[in-house]
C-alpha cells in the first residue's frame, strides 16, 4: 500500500489510513514520530518549521516569505528556537481538541511541529522536574491573539494535569475567571472586537504532583476612559451590553434599565453598539454562569450588576446652568436610581455632582461647579467606580482561585505557571495617555525579551564551551530610559507637572517635555523637529519613536489622566454607599490620608517593574503573536502589516542570536538517532558514546570543520545548507531503506502468513485424521465385540436364554423374521415355507396358517361366481374321474363350458317339445347303435329333469333322471359313455352308448343335474357288458 501523507494545520505529516474516509493516523502518535526535520522535505512548500533553519537568515523578505507559505497552509505556528511565533488565522482551525493534547504531552519540543501546546507540554514538564517558576510570555499588537492563546494554555492545563485531591473545582475556576474578566476588562475597538483592555498577568499554583491547586491574577491599569467615551467604530466594555441585552425583563426593571443600548449616553459614543461577530446575549449567560462558579452569591451578583447600570444611569445624567452659570441636576429619575443602586444619599449625590469640596486652612469650602466641571466630575466618578469594581472583581477572583489548602505542607512545594496576556503595542489615529502606558509596558516587555533571550543564548554557548559571538540587535532601553528615568524621564517630568503648584496644563507639560528632553532621538515634538517633520506633527503632540514603530501622542489628558483625580465630596458619598462592593472599593482612610496619591503613570511603572521582576524570577517561554491584517479576516497576509510587526517584534534580531554562527543544534543522542542510518560505522547501532558517534558520522558525511562545532553534549550545526544536504541524503538513504525494510516485511509477512497458513492445514489434516482414525477404530471394536458376542451366542445357541446368547438369539429372531417377509410362498400352492428357529417353530407355523388363510381369503375374494361354478364342477370331476380315467388329466386344464351348443344351434321344434324346460347343458356326441355300433351323430341336452337325445330337430331318447340307474366308462382315455336306463321303463329303448370329446365335461355336467355323481362307474381297461 501506498503510504498517503498530507499536511494538517498543526504543520504535522499524517498518514491517511483510507484515502477515502476522514480516518487519519497522524504519525506522531503512533511511535512514528515525525520530527521537525522530516518536515524540512516538504519546505518547499510549508516552508521550514523553525526559522533557524532558513538559508538566508537574515533577510527579512525570506523570512515574510517562510510565514507566508506556512499560513497558507494554515500552518500558523513556527518557531525561532524555543521561541513560538503564531499568526492569528482568524478562523478556527480545530487544532485545540483534546486529541491534539493528547499529542503534544510527553513529547520532545523538536519532535512535533510547531504548537502552542508544545509550549505548554514543555513548559509544563520543566515545572514539574526541574521544579521551576515558569512563565509563558504572550506579546503582539491588539489582535493577534494573545488572549486566545492565554485561554488554550489554560485549557492545556485544565484538561491534561491530573486533578487535585482536594478541590478539583479550581480547575472550574481557573477556566472560568476568564469570561467574567473579559466582559468587565474586554471590549470591542478598530484593531480586535474582544480587546482586552487591561494587563493580565496570571499565576497558576500547581502542587507536587503536578495538579493545578490555585491561581492569582494580577490586573494592570484598566483603560477606564472607555467607560465615558469610545472612538467611533468601538464600545464600551462588554458587561454593559450583555446585561441590556441577556439580562432578564425582572432584573432590568429592578435595576431601572432599558433593554435598548441606545438610550444610554455611555454606549453611544462609538455609534456601534450592535456587532455581528459578538453575541452579548449568549456571552450573558456564559458570564452568569462563570460568576457562580467563582463563588459569587446571588446577593453579591446583584450589588455587582447594580454598580454597572449604576454607570450606565450616570451616563444619562444632565445637568442645566441656573442664572450664576452653577451646574444644576436635571434628571432626576436617574439620580433616584443612583441612590437606590449605589445606597447613597440623593441630595448628598446631588450636591456631590455640583459642587465640589475644597479645605482651606482647615475649613471646609463647597464651590459649585459650572457645567463643564459637573460633567467632568460626573464622568470622573462613573470612571471611578467602574475602575475600582473592576479591581474589587480581580481580588473577589482571587479569594475564589486561593489555594484552599495554604497552610498543607504540600501548599509549600507548590510551583507557580505564569500567564502574560498584556495589551499589545497599539497604534491609533490619536493617541492619548492610554496607548502612551500601553506602549511603554510593550517596550519594558520588549526589554526583557531582549535580555533574556540572548542571556540564555550566551548561556548555552557556555554551556557548551563555545565561543560566544556578539551579535547586533537594537536595545531597546534607551526608550524604556526616556520614559521611565528618574528626572528626566517623560514620567517623571509628567509628574512633576502635575504636582507643582501653578497653573500647570497639558502643554506646560509639552514645553516642559521639549526643554527637559532637547535631542534625544527617539522624541519629537513640533518645536524638535525638524522642517520636513515638523508638518506631520500638531502644537499639542509628540512622537515616541517606539521600537515598534512612530507613535504620535496627543498631549491633552495627560495630566487629568496621570492625576486621576476624583473630587473630594464624591469620595465621601461614595464612603458613604451601602452598596457592600462600593464600600469595599471606597474606603475611609482614603479621605484621612493627607499624602498626595502616586500619580497613575507612576504607578503603572512600579507595577510594571514588580512585574518584570516576577517573570525574571521565573524560567521564561515565548509565544509572538503576529496579526496578519487589519480587516480581522482569514486567509489574508498583509504583507506590510506584518513586515512591520515582524521588525518590531524583534523576531529578525531574535533570529540573529539564535543563529549567532550555529543555525542547529541537538544534543548527540538525537542527532545520531536521526542520521546514523548514513554511516555504515553508527547503522544500525552505535556502541560507544553518542558525541563520539556524531563525530564518526560528520566525518563519514564530509562536514568541513568550519561547518559545525562540537559542544559539550550538542552538535552546532553553522548552515542551514549543511543540514539539508544530510537531510537529502537521509531522504535517499530513506527511500532504500525503506525499499529494503519493505522487501524484507514482505517476505517476513508472507512468510509468517504461509507458515501460519501450512500450520493451520497440518493441524486441520491431524485433527482429521485423528478423528477418522476413531471414527474406525470405534467402529472396529464395535465389530469385533459383535462378531464375538455372535459367536459366542452361536456356540451357546442351545443354551437356555443367557446374556451370553441373547444377542444371538435376538438376531436369529429378528432375522429371520425380517427375512421372512422375503420369502413367503408366492400362492395357495406353494408350500414352501423358511426353516425357524427353534424358539420360533410355534410363532412360525402360526405365522404359516396366518398366511396362508390370507392368501387363501384373498383367493376365495377374487373368484368369480361363474368361476366359482367351474371349480365346483372341476372338483366334482376331480372327484369321480381322478386317478381312474387315463384322459382325465388332459381335461384339467380346460374349463368346462356353460354349454357346447348356442339355441340357435338346436332345432325350434326340439326346444318347443322341450316346452319350458330350460335347457342346462348342450352338446354334440355320437351316439353308437346297441347293435352293429353305427355312429350317428346326436346332440345330447340336459335340462332340470332329463338327458334329451336329438337327431335333428327330433327328440330321438329321453331319459328321466329317475329312470337314470348309472353312468359308465372305461378307465383309458376313451371318450365313450354308457347311460343306463331302467329296464322296466318301456319307452325307453335301453342303455345308451355315447362318445363325447368332452367326456369329463359331459359326464361331470350329467352327474351333477343327474345327481349321479355316486354312479358312475368308472371300469377298468375294458368296457363293461351291456
Ligand atoms: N489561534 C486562533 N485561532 C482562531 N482564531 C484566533 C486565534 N487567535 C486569535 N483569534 C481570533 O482573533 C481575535 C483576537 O484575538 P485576541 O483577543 O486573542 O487578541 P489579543 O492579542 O488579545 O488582542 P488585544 O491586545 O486587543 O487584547 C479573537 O477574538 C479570535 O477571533
Ligand atoms: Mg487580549
Not at 454607570?311 to 433616584?336: C, M, P, R, Y
Not at 502612551?436 to 510593550?442: E, L, M, S
Not at 455372535?790 to 438369539?809: K, Q
Request: proline share 4%; with cysteine.
Amino acid at each position: 500500500m501506498a503510504l498517503q501523507v498530507e499536511l494538517i494545520p498543526t504543520g504535522e505529516i499524517i498518514r491517511v489510513v483510507h484515502p477515502h474516509r476522514p480516518c487519519k493516523l497522524a504519525l506522531g502518535s503512533d511511535g512514528v514520530r515525525v520530527t521537525m526535520e522530516s518536515a524540512l522535505t516538504a519546505r518547499d512548500r510549508v516552508g521550514v518549521q523553525d526559522f533557524v533553519l532558513l538559508e538566508n537568515f537574515t533577510s527579512e523578505a525570506a523570512f515574510i516569505e517562510n510565514l507566508r507559505r506556512r499560513f497558507r497552509e494554515n500552518l500558523i505556528y513556527t518557531y525561532i528556537g524555543p521561541v513560538l511565533v503564531s499568526v492569528n488565522p482568524y478562523r478556527d482551525l480545530q487544532i485545540y481538541s483534546r486529541q491534539h493534547m493528547e499529542r503534544y504531552r510527553g513529547v520532545s519540543f523538536y519532535e512535533v511541529p510547531p504548537h502552542l501546546f508544545a509550549v505548554a507540554d514543555t513548559v509544563y514538564r520543566a515545572l514539574r522536574t526541574e521544579r521551576r517558576d515558569q512563565a509563558v510570555m504572550i506579546s503582539g499588537e491588539s489582535g493577534a491573539g494573545k488572549t486566545e492563546a492565554t485561554k488554550r494554555l489554560l485549557q492545556f492545563y485544565a484538561e491534561t494535569c491530573p486533578a487535585p485531591e482536594r478541590g478539583g473545582a479550581v480547575r472550574d475556576r481557573l477556566l472560568q475567571s476568564n469570561p467574567v474578566l473579559e466582559a468587565f476588562g474586554n471590549a470591542k475597538t478598530l484593531r480586535n472586537d474582544n480587546s482586552s483592555r487591561f494587563g493580565k498577568y496570571m499565576d497558576v499554583q500547581f502542587d507536587f504532583k503536578g495538579a493545578p491547586v490555585g491561581g492569582h491574577i494580577l490586573s494592570y491599569l484598566l483603560e477606564k476612559s472607555r467607560v465615558v467615551h469610545q472612538n467611533h467604530g468601538e464600545r464600551n466594555f462588554h458587561i454593559f451590553y450583555q446585561l441590556l441585552e441577556g439580562g432578564e425583563e425582572e432584573m432590568l426593571r429592578r435595576l431601572g434599565l432599558e433593554r435598548n443600548p441606545q438610550s444610554y449616553l455611555y454606549l453611544v459614543k462609538g455609534q456601534c453598539a450592535k456587532v455581528s461577530s459578538i453575541n452579548d446575549k449568549n456571552d450573558w449567560k456564559v458570564v452568569r454562569k462563570a460568576l457562580t462558579v467563582i463563588d459569587f452569591t446571588e446577593d453579591e451578583v446583584e450589588d455587582l450588576l447594580s454598580i454597572v447600570a449604576s454607570v450606565l444611569h450616570l451616563g444619562n445624567i444632565h445637568f442645566a446652568a441656573d442664572e450664576e452659570s452653577n451646574a444644576q441636576v436635571t434628571t432626576e429619575n436617574q439620580l433616584k436610581y443612583l441612590t437606590r443602586l449605589l445606597g447613597v444619599e440623593g441630595s448628598t449625590l446631588r450636591e456631590a455632582l455640583t459642587h465640589r469640596k475644597i479645605i482651606a486652612k482647615g475649613e471646609e469650602l463647597l464651590s459649585p461647579l459650572n457645567l463643564e466641571q459637573a460633567a467632568y466630575a460626573r464622568d470622573a466618578l462613573a470612571k471611578a467606580v467602574y475602575s475600582r469594581t473592576f479591581t474589587w472583581l480581580v481580588e473577589k477572583i482571587n479569594r475564589s482561585l486561593a489555594s484552599k489548602d495554604a497552610d498543607s505542607p504540600s501548599w509549600r512545594s507548590t510551583t507557580v505557571l505564569g500567564l502574560l496576556d498584556i495589551y499589545g503595542f497599539e497604534v491609533f489615529q490619536h493617541n492619548s495617555f492610554e496607548q502612551f502606558c500601553i506602549n511603554y509596558c510593550n517596550e519594558k516587555l520588549q526589554q526583557l525579551f531582549i535580555e533574556l533571550t540572548l542571556k540564555s543564548e550566551q548561556e548555552e554557548y557556555e554551556a557548551e564551551g563555545i565561543a560566544w559571538e556578539p551579535v547586533q540587535y537594537f536595545n531597546n532601553k534607551i526608550i524604556c530610559d526616556l520614559v521611565e528615568e528618574k528626572f528626566k524621564g517623560i514620567i517623571s517630568i509628567l509628574d512633576e507637572e502635575c504636582l507643582r503648584p501653578g497653573e500647570a496644563t497639558d502643554l506646560t507639560f509639552l514645553e516642559k517635555l521639549e526643554d527637559t528632553i532637547k535631542h534625544h532621538p527617539h522624541l519629537l515634538t513640533h518645536k524638535l523637529a525638524d522642517q520636513r517633520t515638523r508638518k506631520s506633527l500638531g502644537r499639542g503632540e509628540f512622537r515616541l519613536l517606539h521600537y515598534a514603530g512612530e507613535v504620535t501622542y496627543s498631549v491633552t489628558g495627560f495630566l487629568d489622566k496621570n492625576n486621576d483625580l476624583l473630587f473630594r465630596n464624591l469620595k465621601e458619598t461614595m464612603c458613604s454607599s451601602e452598596n457592600p462592593i462600593m464600600s469595599q472599593c471606597f474606603d475611609r482612610s482614603e479621605l484621612s490620608d493627607k499624602k498626595r496619591p502616586e500619580t497613575v503613570a507612576t504607578q503603572f511603572k512600579m507595577s510594571l517593574l514588580q512585574l518584570v521582576e516576577i517573570l525574571k524570577s521565573k524560567e521564561p517561554a515565548y509565544v509572538r503573536c503576529i496579526k496578519p491584517n487589519d480587516a480581522k479576516q482569514p486567509g489574508r497576509f498583509d504583507e506590510v502589516l506584518i513586515r512591520h510587526q515582524v521588525k518590531y517584534l524583534g523576531l529578525m534580531e531574535n533570529l540573529r542570536v539564535r543563529r549567532a554562527g550555529f543555525a542547529y543544534r541537538r544534543k548527540y543522542e538525537v542527532f545520531l538517532q536521526r542520521y546514523k542510518s548514513l554511516c555504515p560505522e553508527t547503522w544500525p547501532s552505535w556502541a560507544g558514546r553518542p558525541q563520539d558517534g556524531v563525530a564518526v558520522l560528520v566525518r563519514h558525511l564530509g562536514y568541513k570543520p568550519e561547518e559545525y562545532k562540537m559542544g559539550r553534549t550538542k552538535i552546532f550545526i553553522r548552515f542551514p545548507k549543511t543540514l539539508f544536504a544530510t537531510e537529502d541524503a537521509l531522504e535517499v538513504r530513506r527511500q532504500s531503506l525503506a525499499t529494503k525494510i519493505q522487501a524484507a516485511w514482505r517476505g517476513y509477512h508472507w512468510r509468517q502468513k504461509f507458515l501460519r497458513v501450512k500450520q493451520s492445514a497440518i493441524c486441520i489434516q491431524s485433527w482429521w485424521r485423528g478423528t477418522l482414525g476413531r471414527r474406525k477404530a470405534a467402529k472396529r471394536k464395535w465389530a469385533a465385540q459383535t462378531i464375538r458376542r455372535f459367536i459366542r451366542g452361536f456356540i451357546l445357541r442351545h443354551a437356555p436364554r443367557c446374556p451370553e446368547n441373547a444377542f444371538f438369539l435376538d438376531h436369529v429372531r429378528t432375522s429371520f423374521l425380517l427375512n421372512l417377509r422375503r420369502q413367503l410362498p408366492r400362492n395357495v400352492l406353494d408350500t414352501s415355507w423358511p426353516t425357524p428357529p427353534p424358539a420360533l417353530r410355534e410363532a412360525s407355523e402360526l405365522l404359516r396358517e396366518l398366511c396362508m388363510k390370507n392368501m387363501v381369503w384373498k383367493y376365495c375374494r377374487g373368484i368369480s361366481p361363474e368361476w366359482k361354478q367351474q371349480l365346483q364342477q372341476k372338483a366334482v370331476a376331480s372327484e369321480i374321474f381322478k386317478g381312474k380315467k387315463d384322459n382325465y388329466p388332459q381335461s384339467v386344464p380346460r374349463l368346462f363350458i356353460s354349454t357346447r351348443l348356442g339355441t340357435d344351434e338346436i332345432s325350434p321344434k326340439v326346444l318347443q317339445a322341450l316346452g319350458s324346460e330350460p335347457i342346462q347343458y348342450a352338446v354334440p356326441v355320437v351316439k353308437y347303435d346297441r347293435k352293429g355300433y353305427k355312429p350317428r351323430s346326436r346332440q345330447l341336452l340336459l335340462t332340470p329333469n332329463a338327458v334329451v337325445i336329438v337327431e335333428d330337430a327330433k327328440v330321438k331318447q329321453r331319459i328321466d333322471y329317475a329312470n337314470l340307474t348309472g353312468i359308465s366308462v372305461s378307465s383309458l382315455s376313451d371318450s365313450l359313455f354308457v347311460l343306463h336306463v331302467q329296464r322296466e321303463d318301456n319307452k325307453q329303448k335301453g342303455d345308451v352308448v355315447l362318445q363325447s370329446d368332452h367326456v369329463i365335461e359331459t359326464l361331470t355336467k350329467v352327474a351333477l343335474s343327474a345327481d349321479r355323481v355316486n354312479n358312475i362307474n368308472i371300469n377298468q381297461g375294458r368296457w363293461p357288458h351291456g
